[in-house]
């Protein structure tokens, strides 16, 4: 054994938290960014499916990246969100068979978001539904046209009990589009039930 061998060789109270803990763990608290403590975390499956972008527009939701959140004091209902595409439920089904999630998380549901505007190929929906057995709740948003040339800071939340924008409405500075509500809508409604269960 080598000195190099040696000085690895101690167990270190930091090195036993780094074995303990998985990579997929994130332990600081989480917050929504809205001045409102989270009602759940949006966990991405890989990066890039849409958590940042969902969780301003959504009040009560925080962005957890891709990590599940660790910390006791934050939120414990999760949604993995994850793309409508063979790669993406590719990622949401790897996360769910292999990740340790850390207790007492719930992975309620996972949000399928879109990888392009137009239709998605039956297959890739019938592998999305096969996948979402291994969850109580999926859902799905569309492709929104007006993100592309949205900044991020420039979107406007949905709060629970505000009234539903107009199906026609696409002024993301005044508020999400009625999808992206009625879908956060559900997932609140979920939550609340989860709990009180």
Request: hydrophobic share 40%; with cysteine; glycine share 8%.
């Amino acid at each position: 054994m080598t000195d190099h061998d040696e000085t690895y060789s101690h167990t270190h109270p930091d090195a036993e938290a780094a074995v303990a803990q998985p990579m997929s763990w994130r332990t600081d608290e989480l917050t929504s960014g809205h001045n409102l403590p989270p009602l759940f975390a949006l966990v991405g499956a890989a990066g890039g499916v849409g958590t940042t972008t969902l969780a301003k527009m959504w009040a009560p939701a925080a962005d957890s990246g891709q990590l599940w959140p660790a910390n006791r004091g934050s939120t414990q209902w999760c949604v993995l969100v994850a793309r409508l595409s063979m790669a993406g439920v590719d990622d949401a089904a790897n996360r769910l068979r292999n990740d340790i999630v850390p207790e007492p998380v719930d992975v309620f549901g996972i949000i399928w978001t879109p990888p392009r505007p137009g239709r998605i190929p039956k297959e890739v929906h019938r592998y999305a539904a096969t996948v979402g057995e291994n969850v109580d709740h999926t859902w799905t948003l569309p492709w929104i046209d007006e993100l592309v040339l949205a900044r991020r800071d420039a979107l406007a939340a949905w709060l629970p009990g505000t009234p539903m924008p107009d199906k026609k409405s696409t002024d993301l500075a005044v508020g999400p589009p009625l999808s992206v509500c009625t879908v956060g809508a559900d997932i609140v409604s979920t939550v609340t039930a989860r709990y009180r269960g």
